[in-house]
Structure formats: C-alpha cells, structure tokens
C-alpha cells in the first residue's frame, strides 16, 4: 500500500456513501459499493479497493459492537435519531478508531470532519460528530479496552 496513506481519504468517501445508502436502503454492503463505484465512472487504485473493502467487511461484521459505544458515548441522544450521513461518518469513524490498526488515528477525525463539512455543511453537526468520536476515541485508547 502506498506509504502516505492519502489512498485512505478517498476510500473513506467511498464507504461513506456506501454506508448511508446500506442504512438507507439495507442490501449487501459490497454491490452497493460496486454500484457506487460504476455510477461515478471512476477508476481507484488497487490501495483504495482494498481498503474500501477491508473496512466495510470489518464494519458490517462489527456493527453491532459499533452502534452499540456510538450508542454509549450519545449523550441526550439515541443512535436511531441520528441522521443518516451523521450515522455513517460514527459508524466509520467508530470502527477504524477503535477496530482497525490503522497508524495514523489523528486523520481519521480530519477526514471525517472534511466528508461531514463537504456534505452535511452544519457547524453544530460537526462539533457533534467530533465531540461523540473524541469521546469514544478517549475512553477505548485511555482504558487500552478490547472490544
């Protein structure tokens, strides 16, 4: 994989529209990712592929344990209240904090925040979802928790 690890920005936009149309609509994660990917026309680098696909298949496989410390860390709010672009920028960002051995955990929050700036555009919506991963993030790194 390239040793940068820009290839991860893209694939994180890729599995937030996957995610959202998954919540939306239900279906397999993985014609959903192919449907996106031939509805943009796109050609991605093996890097990205690979990556879209070990994190989906790591989030549908995981996706109860996710929801369930979004869930935790909501405060006043409940999961299923929660918009869908909201829940799909949690649920990714839950899953490659705490889930994946990923090196670089500080661009996770910066590409997060950038897909939620590019399509939410809510400056309360942003300190929100930088507010429930931070919290996540700070408890499951502090406690060195295995989930």
Same mark, same amino acid.
């Given at each position: &994989?390239? $040793?940068? /690890?820009?290839?991860?920005? $893209?694939?994180?936009?890729?599995?937030?529209? !996957?995610?959202?149309?998954?919540?939306?609509?239900?279906?397999? %994660?993985?014609e959903?990712?192919?449907?996106?990917?031939?509805e +943009? /026309?796109?050609?991605?680098s093996? *890097?990205? &592929?690979? =990556?879209?696909?070990?994190?989906?298949?790591? %989030?549908?496989?995981?996706?109860?344990?996710?929801?369930?410390? %979004?869930?935790?860390?909501?405060? /006043?709010?409940?999961? *299923?209240?929660?918009?869908?672009?909201?829940? !799909?920028?949690?649920?990714?960002?839950?899953? *490659?904090?705490?889930?994946?051995?990923?090196?670089?955990?500080?661009?996770?929050?910066?590409?997060?925040?950038d897909? !939620? $700036?590019?399509?939410?555009?809510? *400056?309360? +919506?942003?300190?929100?979802?930088? /507010?429930?991963?931070?919290?996540? =993030?700070?408890? =499951?790194?502090?406690?060195?928790?295995?989930?």
């Open positions: &994989m390239e $040793k940068s /690890g820009k290839f991860r920005k $893209k694939a994180r936009e890729i599995l937030f529209k !996957a995610l959202y149309s998954y919540d939306l609509k239900g279906g397999d %994660i993985f959903i990712i192919e449907e996106h990917i031939k +943009t /026309g796109d050609k991605f093996p *890097e990205i &592929m690979e =990556y879209v696909y070990s994190i989906a298949k790591g %989030i549908v496989d995981s996706i109860e344990d996710i929801d369930r410390i %979004i869930s935790e860390n909501l405060k /006043g709010w409940r999961l *299923e209240r929660l918009g869908y672009p909201e829940r !799909a920028l949690l649920r990714l960002g839950t899953y *490659e904090l705490i889930f994946s051995d990923i090196p670089d955990k500080g661009r996770v929050f910066v590409d997060i925040l897909l !939620a $700036k590019c399509y939410i555009d809510n *400056e309360d +919506t942003l300190k929100f979802i930088n /507010g429930v991963l931070s919290s996540i =993030y700070k408890k =499951y790194n502090k406690q060195d928790i295995k989930v």
